[in-house]
């Protein structure tokens, strides 16, 4: 597994540390994953969005 070093507002810290006492997640890196994988499927319903609508275009 790759490592990457990150810098992060306070406000991002804070966020991140509320979720890991919380106990949904068990650590720093286990949150920024999560965020990643949902900025993930954000992107991809996007291109498919922007795809649909480049389709219907054609269409009329």
């Known amino acids: 597994m790759a490592t990457r070093n990150i810098n992060l507002t306070d406000a991002?810290?804070?966020?991140?540390?509320e979720?890991?006492?919380s106990?949904?997640?068990q650590?720093?890196?286990?949150?920024?994953r999560a965020g990643?994988?949902?900025l993930?499927?954000?992107e991809a319903t996007r291109a498919e969005?922007?795809?649909a609508l480049k389709t219907?275009?054609?269409i009329f």
């Open 12 to 17: 991002l810290d804070r966020f991140v540390a």
């Open 49 to 51: 969005i922007q795809s």
């Open 56 to 58: 219907s275009s054609r």
């Open 40 to 42: 993930k499927a954000e």
């Open 36 to 38: 990643l994988r949902a």
């Open 27 to 32: 650590n720093a890196s286990e949150v920024v």
């Open 23 to 25: 106990g949904q997640y």
């Open 19 to 21: 979720l890991v006492a």
